[in-house]
């Protein structure tokens, strides 16, 4: 067995255990679990040891602070909840928005090995960290919350608001991902890249949520909405297009995340 197979079958073994606990502990859901061990298998075994610590720091911190958040307080939590399409227990859908374009970056950098390569694929899952840390601590603290677009108020929670406090959780985010091959690396200048490029990526997932993304209004609650069902009755649109939901505004933060970190290491 030459080092190559052996790292692919080290990497397939730690993916399906990683994956299977994380099910365990309610963290994915069955079809989050699948794509996270398809995932897994290709970052752990093409990427090998910097590439897997940043996907597990990012996997673990995030469904960690997404856990922690119903601590403040169950009516809270479920009225947010009503308003995310999605909720704590990840689904495939997910696992493929905040961790696809990281894959297929490992893919790419395992046929055109590339330092800048790297610095992209820490871009992109920055950005997924930003996004996901923005969001839930943002929702935790509860602060002023304002759009990207009119810079008028909006309720905590909704897609395209920004706080201060979701705003510094977000790059605490995009900077665990960036600490956590900071190990590698004896260059501090593309160590903090990532932090930028992911911070990018998550004000672009801000924009994209105020502007295109399918925001909805229950006929029957009268909440504004992510979710194109509400109280069992489908919801009205009422912004963006249908097609633009949560899942493909995570993808195109990570795209973008992973492309202005691959620029930025082009120039630096
Ligand atoms: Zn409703």
Redesign the pocket.
């Known amino acids: 067995m030459s080092s190559f197979q052996l790292g692919l079958v080290i990497g397939i073994a730690v993916a399906g255990s990683v994956a299977l606990l994380a099910f365990a502990l309610r963290l994915l859901k069955p079809s989050g679990a699948w794509a996270a061990f398809a995932l897994g298998s290709v970052v752990f075994g093409l990427g090998g040891l910097q590439w897997s610590v940043a996907l597990i720091t990012f996997f673990l911190l995030s469904s960690l602070l997404s856990k922690l958040s119903p601590q403040r307080g169950r009516k809270e939590r479920e009225r947010t909840e009503?308003i995310f399409e999605k909720g704590s227990t990840r689904d495939a859908g997910q696992v493929w928005a905040n961790g696809g374009v990281a894959g297929i970056i490992v893919i790419i950098h395992h046929f055109h090995p590339d330092p800048s390569i790297f610095i992209a694929y820490l871009g992109a899952l920055a950005a997924a960290a930003a996004d996901t840390w923005g969001t839930e601590i943002g929702v935790m603290s509860g602060g002023r919350t304002i759009s990207l677009l009119t810079l008028r108020r909006v309720e905590v929670g909704r897609s395209g608001g920004v706080s201060a406090m979701g705003s510094l959780g977000a790059v605490a985010g995009a900077a665990s991902v960036a600490a956590s091959a900071a190990w590698w690396s004896d260059d501090p200048l593309r160590t903090i890249l990532p932090v930028v490029a992911g911070t990018a990526g998550m004000l672009a997932d801000s924009l994209l949520g105020a502007t295109l993304q399918a925001g909805y209004r229950?006929?029957?609650?009268?909440?504004r909405?992510e979710r194109s069902i509400?109280?069992g009755?489908p919801?009205e649109p009422v912004t963006g297009f249908r097609w633009m939901n949560n899942d493909l505004v995570n993808l195109l933060c990570c795209a973008t995340g992973g492309g202005i970190a691959w620029l930025l290491a082009a120039c630096f």
């Open positions: 009503m229950c006929r029957r609650c009268g909440m909405t509400h109280c009755d919801a």
